[in-house]
Nanobody
Framework: QLPLVESGGGLVQPGGSLTLSCASS????????VAWIRQAPGKEREAISC????????NYLDSVKGRFTISRIYAKNTVYLQMNSLKPEDTATYYC????????????????????WGQGTQVTVSS
């Protein structure tokens, strides 16, 4: 059983919004940097956003900057990805991934940096 659970995916029209959630009953996410990583059909996985364990730093792939927002609520042990102005090219399976880095002031965008993963949630943007 994977330690992270994503939810919130679905079918949405272009220009619409979705909020993805990443939760864990095994990991105390406040000690973990978390990234959202997606994989579109026929393409390689790409990290699109990350947030440090202490929440002081976030980073985004250029193609989602200004449209996606990563955040975390420690009391809920959950990390979110708010996705606005969705485009058909955002269609992918979205994964969250975590790695124990409680003191780092920056998070890394490489998927190889994260050792704990979820099963993914499908996001389809289509009219």
């Amino acid at each position: 059983q994977l330690p992270l659970v994503e939810s919130g995916g679905g079918l949405v029209q272009p220009g619409g919004s979705l909020t993805l959630s990443c939760a864990s009953s095994e990991l105390i996410l406040s000690y973990y940097a978390v990234a959202w990583i997606r994989q579109a059909p026929g393409k390689e996985r790409e990290a699109i956003s990350c947030i440090t364990a202490i929440g002081n730093y976030t980073n985004y792939l250029d193609s989602v900057k200004g449209r996606f927002t990563i955040s975390r609520i420690y009391a809920k042990n959950t990390v979110y990805l708010q996705m606005n102005s969705l485009k058909p090219e955002d269609t992918a399976t979205y994964y969250c991934a975590a790695d124990a880095r409680p003191h780092q002031n920056m998070c890394l965008m490489g998927q190889g940096e994260y050792g704990h993963w979820g099963q993914g949630t499908q996001v389809t943007v289509s009219s």
